[in-house]
């Protein structure tokens, strides 16, 4: 599991309080705890860029200044519909023995006989909600595609988690490899998964 740290203020509530922190350049957000009071933060795009634009799932050591200091994960981000900008974001604190609900990143790994035969690997689902405690939660979920065949379809329900339960239905759909179309072969279409190392790190 990847570590990354932000730092983060105290920031006022309301429209007008809220607008003026975006107003001097920062992202408003809200850390929250079960059993604990919601504090109101606010930090810089550089800080929480590492946690958004990210294929893994991190713990987040959260810093807030004042003597707030709390392992979490993002729990929510909202994006501004028309600039793409991150407007808002949310952070759970994790409790040690208390299972989370997250979504993790799921990466294809090898290439599918399939692919090899002109087939076409369609990846369809890309993150998968899983509660877990803390201590289990997984950077991302690997599905070794290499021998599947045109065809064949890998469901959810075929998942071997251990420890982490997925919260989602088990007839859904991960990766299939279908026959190409005649659209396909007159564009001459060939698509392969993502490759990952034995690190989990993408091959170039």
């Known amino acids: 599991m990847s570590d990354i740290t932000i730092s983060a203020q105290r920031r006022e509530t309301g429209k007008k309080a809220t607008k003026a922190v975006r107003k001097q350049g920062f992202i408003p957000g809200v850390f929250y705890m079960e059993g604990n009071e919601a504090v109101p933060i606010a930090t810089t795009f550089l800080a929480l860029r590492s946690a958004v634009y990210t294929s893994e799932t991190h713990v987040i050591h959260l810093k807030v200044e004042g003597g707030i200091s709390h392992d979490c994960v993002l729990k929510d981000i909202s994006f501004d519909p028309v600039t793409d900008n991150i407007v808002h974001f949310d952070l759970l604190g994790l409790k040690a023995g208390h299972k989370v609900t997250?979504?993790?990143?799921?990466?294809?790994?090898?290439?599918?006989?399939?692919a090899r035969d002109g087939g076409i690997v369609q990846h369809n689902l890309h993150k998968i909600r899983v509660e877990c405690l803390p201590k289990d939660m997984?950077?991302?979920?690997?599905?070794?595609?290499?021998?599947?065949k045109i065809g064949d379809i890998f469901h959810i329900g075929q998942l071997a988690l251990g420890n982490i339960r997925s919260l989602e239905h088990a007839d859904v759909v991960v990766v299939s490899v279908m026959a190409p179309t005649v659209k396909d072969l007159e564009a001459g279409v060939a698509t392969e998964p993502e490759v990952v190392n034995e690190k989990g790190k993408k091959d170039a």
């Open 102 to 114: 997250v979504e993790v990143p799921v990466v294809l790994v090898g290439q599918a006989i399939g």
């Open 138 to 148: 997984p950077e991302h979920i690997e599905v070794d595609v290499t021998d599947m």
